[in-house]
Structure formats: structure tokens, C-alpha cells
């Protein structure tokens, strides 16, 4: 069974980091995608960014690029989305969510994180506003 304990969501004011983290347990593959997607009050869900095992390839959306990185502590099955530079725009629950049944895609991350809905398990979402 696969669970997420994701944490590091808050209040924040623009301008203003914040940096998630997802302890992840249960997957068995050895190689899969690993990221965040997030969820606003009346928006379409969006991909936010996600990294590959087999590789340690990322994917970012153009909406949060040059602002977020995704990294993995290997060791510890925890993954981190620092996110500095942040605007109400960012204002979501973000969920950190594995995709581990699709193997052939994760030569091509935008496709397999980019939506956010093709992810195979996430968490239960951690709070992120971003208000003055």
C-alpha cells in the first residue's frame, strides 16, 4: 500500500518560500515519477513538477519555473518542492502523488506529471496560501 506524509504547507505572504516535503512508503518499482500536483477552488488541477527515479529528470510547469525545485533524498523515500517567490497565484492544496504504472513514460515527464491526473497515488494535500 502506498502512503504520503506530506507536510510544510502554510500562510505566507507574496514573495515569501515555503518548501514541502512527502515521505513516501509502499512503492515497489524501482524506477517511477515522483512530484506534486496542486488543486485551487474553481481551477483545473495543474502539474506542478515532478522527478524521475531511474534518472533524476524534472519536470516543471512554465508557471512556477525558475521559482520551485524538486529534489529527493533517496535514502530517506522523501521528496522536497522548495518554493520561493510566491504570489496568491500559487495559493492551492498541493498534493504529492507517485506515478509508478506507466514506466514507458517516464522518458517523457511533461506527459506523465504535467495534468496532474495521471498519477497513479497521492496524498491527503497540504495548504499552501500565499496572502498579505
Known amino acids: 500500500q502506498v502512503q504520503f506524509v506530506e507536510s510544510g504547507g502554510d500562510l505566507v505572504q507574496p514573495g515569501g518560500s515555503l518548501r514541502l516535503s512527502c515521505g513516501v512508503s509502499g512503492i515497489t518499482r524501482a524506477s517511477y515519477a515522483i512530484g506534486w500536483f496542486r488543486q485551487a477552488p474553481g481551477k483545473e488541477r495543474e502539474g506542478v513538477s515532478c522527478?524521475?527515479?531511474?534518472?533524476?529528470?524534472?519536470y516543471y510547469a512554465d508557471s512556477v519555473k525558475g521559482r520551485f525545485a524538486i529534489s529527493r533524498d533517496e535514502a530517506t523515500h522523501t521528496v522536497y518542492l522548495q518554493m520561493n517567490s510566491l504570489s496568491p497565484d500559487d495559493t492551492a492544496v498541493y498534493y504529492c502523488?507517485?506515478?509508478?504504472?506507466?514506466?514507458?513514460?517516464?522518458?517523457?515527464?511533461?506527459?506523465?506529471?504535467?495534468?496532474?491526473?495521471?498519477?497513479?497515488?497521492y496524498g491527503q494535500g497540504t495548504q499552501v496560501t500565499v496572502s498579505s
Open positions: 522527478i524521475g527515479t531511474h534518472d533524476g529528470s524534472t
Open positions: 502523488a507517485a506515478a509508478t504504472e506507466r514506466p514507458m513514460l517516464l522518458l517523457r515527464l511533461p506527459l506523465l506529471c504535467g495534468s496532474g491526473y495521471d498519477y497513479d497515488y
